[in-house]
């Protein structure tokens, strides 16, 4: 059974910086991409970061460029998202989610639980 399951969001002040985790399990780690997706109130999920555990590509939404960073520990099937600088308009429920490398970056045939990140002004 694919599992992934998201840590490390809270409360934290503008300017602040939180650790994501997503820890993964039921696949292949290192044959697949992660990313990490947000989804704000009233607004559509988008794309923020993506790793490939295969050959270590990424991407980052313009949005949080220079600020957040896309890690993966590849002994522990977990990606990291280290998000620096935070702004208000990073509030969001983010979610990891998983699909093979093979396919392409940022994709999504599995989803975690999702972790609230509010950032206060």
């Known amino acids: 059974e694919v599992q992934l399951v998201e840590s490390g969001g809270g409360l934290v002040q503008a300017g602040g910086s939180l650790r994501l985790s997503c820890a993964a399990s039921g696949f292949t780690f290192d044959d697949y991409a992660i990313g990490w997706f947000r989804q704000a109130p009233g607004k559509e999920r988008e794309g923020v970061s993506c790793i490939s555990s295969s050959d270590g590509s990424t991407y980052y939404a313009d949005s949080v460029k220079g600020r957040f960073t896309i890690s993966s520990d590849n002994a522990k099937n977990t990606v990291y998202l280290q998000m620096n600088s935070l702004k208000p308009e990073d509030t969001a429920v983010y979610y990891c989610?998983?699909?093979?490398?093979?396919?392409?970056?940022?994709?999504?045939?599995?989803w975690g639980q999702g972790t609230q990140v509010t950032v206060s002004s």
């Open positions: 989610a998983a699909a093979p490398s093979n396919k392409g970056l940022c994709l999504n045939d599995y």
